[in-house]
Structure formats: C-alpha cells, structure tokens
C-alpha cells in the first residue's frame, strides 16, 4: 500500500511539473510542414454542416467533382466554414476537382457558399491558381476587421509554391495579392496589435533564401522590407516567435539545409521593417543540427531556445555509437547563451535536465540489453567501473512494464503503448541524487 500511495504521489507531482514545465513554440496563424493527405487512406466522414455544404455545391455545378484536401497547415479540410465577410454569418469554402473540364482547363476549383433563408447556396465559382492546395488560413490583416482569404498553391511537382490573397464581399472573390513562397504566415510581427505577412522564400540557382514582411493598409498589400537570409535554406520546418519581455517579438526561423541539418535565423522588426538578430553567418551556423530538433520555450519563460547538439564527455566526435547531450540556446541581446543541457529523445519527446553539478562530470551510454539510457559520473575515462547514477528508458511491453516496476524503476509518463521509467542508482558518491530530484529533472516536450 504504501509503495502504491508513493508511485500515485510522484504521478500527481510529475503531472503538475509537466503542465508548468511545458510550452510549445508559439505558431501563430500560418502555413507549416502538416501531415500530407496523401497518407490518408480515405477521406474522412462528412458531417452534417459538410454534407449539406456538398449538396449545395453538386446542385450548383454537377455531381461529377471530386474533393479536395490542403496538403499542410492548420485547416486540413476540404471545408472551411467562417464568417469571411464580418456580417455575423459564415460562409463555406469548398476544394474540389471538377472531372467534367476540358484538359485545357484548371480541374482544381473554388467554391463559396452562404446561406440563404438558412440554406446553403453556391454564390461564387473560381479556378484555383495552382493543380494542389497546399493550405488555407483565413485571417484578419492589418487593421481591416474582415476576413482574408490565403491560400496556398503547389503545381505538380510541390517545389514552386504561389501564395493568393483574397477579399470576399456580396458573394465576390476578389484577387488583392499573389507571390511566390516557400512557408508565410499572417502573424503580428512588431506588436502594433495588427497582423503583418511574412514570407519565406527558399535559395535557388538565381536567388538566396528571403524573408519579407508585407503589410495591408487601405485595400493594398506594400512590402514592408525584405532580407537574404544568411543561410542557403532550401525548405523550412516552422516558424517561433518568442515573447520574452512582452515586447516585439524574435522571429526563430528553422531551415533545412541539405537533407539532414537544420539552422535557425533569428530576425525581429525594427523601425518598421525586418531586421537581423544574430551578428553574422557564423552565428546561424552555431546553430546546425539534425532535421527534427526545432526551436521551441523549453522552460516555460516565454523565450525559444534552440536546441545544439554534442557529445557527452568521453566520446569521439565520429564515434558511430554514441549518445547526444543537448544545450539548449536562448538569446541574450544579439547574443547566443546556453539556458540548460541534458539529454532529449526525440523519438520518446522526453526531455532530462542535467543537474548543474553533472555540466562535465557526466556521461551517458546506451545500454544496449535494456535498451535504457545509462548516466555515470565520469572522471576522464570510459570504463567499466563508471559509478551509476541513473537509468532511464521506455517499453511497449506490459510484461517487461512489470519487470521494470518490480525491478525499483519508477513511472515517469505513458504515451500511446509506451511507459517511460527512470530508476536512481543507490550510491554513496556526492554527485549521486534521490528520486525526487531527479524526477523533477524530466520533462514531456510535444
């Protein structure tokens, strides 16, 4: 009873840990890598709204079409229902291929729908600029109170991207703004209260990567400056803005460079127009590390770290068998500042802080029986005879669930089949920790 009454004590805790500790990157509205609908088997059920929605449009242009998905972003239907025109009622946008054109024309489409005397009704028909959507937001910009409409556009290929803005008013689709893109968002860049444009551009044969913040005022879209980014991105994971001090916030721009490593460009606003953060090209470089590994607020403060990856002590930098220790960096100034360090799984999304006292003294090794991760003080040497100070691991298994727990581990957290344990070595040696300090330690990154 009394070791059931302890592991529910320490679940409590981590919970509470988790919520406080935990804070994912700030992702305004905007269009990021998404799950890809290709990897749909099937579309999903329509609901009632969505069906009605169908009808309405097959009554107006034929049976023959075929739905449509954004292939990324935040909305991944083929339907976006929203008040587009701030009257107070919402309209419907629908993606759908018509089978019935001609091979001359555009099979991707447009529809908008609103209701009349509380039916839905086809107002507005359009071609799509591009043979794929590949995402859709619907925004307020500038200090306009209506809705805008961007869509995202791909040709075959998925690699040249062009970017729509669109105005709906008295069942009319009207063109404000079009440019080419590798990522935007509609975000409020420089804290005026207002959403400004950002898009991103990828490097090219004839150009380098960009990024450019647009602003709408008075019906337009103006370019509100533009800058080359200092690193040749050819694609780009996500977009973080960090909101230290309240202030205006830095934009943490994470790029692929090749098809493995990832940078992070940090602009801001400044007087109006984008600016760099980070003092040269060698400080964005500081930055490379594995594809996956994106910025985001590990400790709850508000700011974006970035995560840089190395070897724990005792490894060679080529060793093929080797575990990573991560640092994560924060601004400080213009300025790139360890905050913390510890080991992160990307694949389990669990974060440890090592404890101050273990910066240098400790290594890890990936025991390759239990599958765990093995810390040991470590005194310049790789040996055998290393002091165990803990273990930490996951399994699927709830046979090896019970042996883990039999075997004086204790339950960190489930995700999916998955228990992820930790066990604190008895030991005599003052870098050795309880399990209470130790737990506190761990932390669930989504």
């Known amino acids: 009873m009394k070791k059931n009454k302890m592991k529910l004590s320490m679940r409590r805790r981590l919970g509470s840990l988790a919520a406080f500790c935990l804070s994912a990157c700030l992702l305004l509205t905007g269009c990021t890598i998404g799950a890809s609908v290709d990897a749909m088997l099937k579309p999903p059920s329509l609901s009632r709204e969505q069906q009605q929605i169908y009808v309405a449009l097959q009554d107006a242009?034929?049976?023959?079409?075929?739905?449509?998905?954004?292939?990324?972003?935040?909305?991944?239907?083929?339907?976006?229902?929203?008040?587009?025109?701030?009257?107070?009622?919402?309209?419907?946008?629908?993606?759908y291929e018509k089978t019935s054109l001609t091979a001359a024309e555009n099979n991707l489409r447009i529809g908008v729908l609103d209701q009349v005397d509380d039916r839905w009704q086809s107002v507005c028909d359009i071609p799509a600029d591009g043979t794929e959507i590949e995402c859709v937001e619907i925004a307020a910009i500038g200090t306009d109170r209506p809705n805008r409409i961007f869509f995202g556009y791909s040709g075959a290929d998925q690699s040249d991207k062009l970017l729509t803005v669109y105005a709906y008013e008295d069942g009319v689709m009207s063109e404000l703004f079009q440019t080419s893109y590798t990522m935007f968002q509609v975000a409020d860049l420089d804290a005026d209260q207002n959403r400004e444009l950002l898009v991103l551009g990828r490097a090219t044969d004839g150009a380098a990567a960009s990024a450019a913040m647009y602003r709408y005022d008075g019906g337009e879209m103006s370019l509100s400056g533009k800058l080359e980014l200092r690193t040749a991105f050819s694609d780009y994971s996500q977009v973080a803005y960090s909101q230290s001090g309240g202030g205006i916030p830095e934009i943490f721009i994470d790029g692929a460079v090749g098809a493995s490593t990832l940078q992070t460009e940090i602009l801001r606003v400044e007087e109006g127009t984008l600016s760099y953060v980070l003092p040269d090209s060698d400080a964005v470089a500081s930055t490379a590390r594995s594809v996956g590994y994106l910025s985001r607020d590990i400790d709850g403060n508000g700011s974006v770290e970035i995560p840089v990856q190395q070897s724990f002590p005792g490894y060679e930098?080529?060793?093929?068998?080797?575990?990573?220790?991560?640092?994560?960096?924060?601004?400080?100034g213009t300025q790139l500042v360890e905050q913390c360090r510890g080991y992160f799984s990307l694949s389990d999304g669990c974060m440890f802080f090592l404890p101050l006292d273990w910066y240098g003294t400790v290594t890890a090794?990936?025991?390759?029986?239990?599958?765990?991760?093995?810390?040991?003080?470590?005194?310049?040497?790789?040996?055998?005879?290393?002091?165990?100070?803990?273990?930490?691991?996951?399994v699927s298994d709830a046979e090896e669930a019970q042996e883990r727990e039999s075997d004086g581990y204790i339950l960190l957290y489930t995700r999916g089949n998955a228990s992820y344990y930790m066990r604190a070595a008895q030991t005599e040696d003052k870098l050795g920790k309880t399990w209470q300090e130790l737990m506190v330690q761990f932390i669930l990154v989504g």
């Open 365 to 394: 090794v990936n025991d390759t029986l239990s599958g765990d991760i093995v810390f040991y003080r470590y005194d310049g040497e790789m040996t055998e005879h290393m002091t165990e100070l803990l273990r930490y691991g996951s």
């Open 317 to 332: 930098e080529d060793a093929s068998e080797q575990v990573r220790l991560t640092r994560w960096l924060g601004l400080s």
């Open 61 to 95: 242009v034929g049976s023959n079409i075929t739905l449509q998905y954004p292939r990324s972003g935040t909305n991944l239907s083929a339907f976006t229902v929203v008040d587009l025109d701030d009257d107070g009622d919402d309209e419907a946008i629908v993606f």
